[in-house]
């Protein structure tokens, strides 16, 4: 591990702990505070035994400040959770250790870890409308296609160097933002359905865009969340809808098949048929062609959510490959250069030797080590 990474986490947990410089300079053997503030500084570089003195103080394990395939304390995560939820922190902790082994092996390859994300103009204060338009805006700009939410995953990973893992979450976890440094990630519940693993996709891509300005909450929607997170989060729902369901696309369905004129069931029967075809859900295509004047609320209120619902939960026929290609692409590369035994890797995925191999499998590349 790098002395800059090393120090990064150093101030980053003694700032956590609430631990000034001096009191920290004491504990470390230094005779003052200037000593500490040169290795904040990158003036210095930190001592192995003074690691060990600040992992016992701490009670943290000496590998919290040098392991690379670890992350401690680096990342922001934004979390879509569900109040059943269980145990976040640890699974928080794992999806760190992909996240963090993802960058090293790039970093070992020589490739960038830099996302490209520009920002978009929306703020607290915006409408729900300009974040509609803002989305349509971005899925133009980023040539999406006819058919968005099939193709933003690809997208994002080749045109914006979005670190895209669709994983067995915990349930209740629909998903994550995470900022780690410059590399952006976003993760996804691979066992929701098609067309929510979608949405959630463009709602955290909202997050991203916009985390400078408007730093989502480390669980979205959470209990005490204030009324300025609820209408982010409003924000977050409306730009996706922009994002996925375009009024163009929604005008080329309508050409084919024109809107009904009255009847919940006959509105329930166009609603599927054009969610199908954008690979959305029913009930985020209905409010969708409320928000743009073409059903009115009234109406909508009317059909109920359960008559829209194209499934519940993604069959298995239908589960995207875990993780990402490109992902388990660095980890074999890691594994044939031995820059990670098969064991610390299957570790690091929380899995079997035997399964990690069926990873490399699902995604069609050889297993790099011998069973």
């Known amino acids: 591990m790098d002395q800059t990474t090393i120090r990064r986490r150093l101030q980053g947990l003694r700032e ?10 004491e504990i470390l053997g230094f005779n003052d505070r200037q000593t500490l503030s040169d290795i904040e500084l990158g003036k210095r570089n930190v001592a192995p035994d003074e690691l060990v003195r600040a992992a016992e103080y701490f009670g943290v394990d000496s590998g919290y400040f040098t392991d ?24 928080e902790q794992r999806a760190g250790g ?6 090293h092996l790039s970093r070992l390859k020589g490739e960038s870890v830099n996302s490209f994300l520009a920002r978009v103009d929306i703020h607290a204060k915006s409408s729900l409308i300009e974040a509609a338009n803002e989305g349509e805006a971005v899925s133009r700009t980023l040539g999406l296609g006819d058919v968005p939410a099939t193709n933003l995953a690809t997208v994002l990973e080749t045109k914006l160097d979005t670190l895209i893992l669709h994983v067995d979450a915990a349930d209740g976890i629909s998903g994550a933002a995470c ?3 410059s590399l952006n990630t976003i ?14 996709m463009g709602h955290e891509l909202f997050h991203l865009l916009t985390w400078q300005e408007m730093e989502p909450p480390h669980i979205e929607g959470g209990t005490g969340t204030s009324q300025r997170y609820r209408h982010i989060e409003r924000l977050a729902d409306n730009f996706s809808a922009g994002l996925l369901m375009p009024r163009q696309a929604i005008e080329s369905l309508m050409a084919k098949s024109p809107l009904p004129k009255n009847g919940e069931a006959t509105w329930a029967a166009w609603i599927k048929d054009a969610a199908s075809k954008l690979c959305v859900s029913g009930p985020a295509m209905k409010w969708r062609l409320v928000s743009l004047g073409l059903l009115k609320k009234a109406a909508a209120e009317r059909i109920e959510d359960a008559s829209l619902r194209l499934e519940t939960r993604a069959g298995s026929h239908s589960l995207p490959p875990q993780f990402s ?20 890797a299957a570790r690091v995925m929380g899995t079997t030797v035997d399964d990690l191999s069926a990873l490399f499998t699902e995604h069609g590349l050889k297993t790099p080590y011998d069973l």
């Open 187 to 200: 993760i996804i519940n691979r066992r929701e359905s098609p067309g929510r693993r979608a949405f959630d």
């Open 16 to 25: 956590s702990r609430s631990v000034n410089q001096v009191e920290l300079a």
């Open 68 to 91: 690379p395939f670890e992350l401690a304390g680096e990342a922001r995560f934004s979390w879509r959770k569900s109040s059943q939820a269980n145990d976040l922190d640890s699974f």
């Open 98 to 103: 992909w996240i963090a082994t993802y960058r």
């Open 325 to 344: 290609r490109c992902f388990v692409e660095n980890l074999g590369w890691g594994i044939e250069q031995g820059h990670l035994s098969v064991r610390r």
């Open 179 to 181: 900022q780690l440094g």
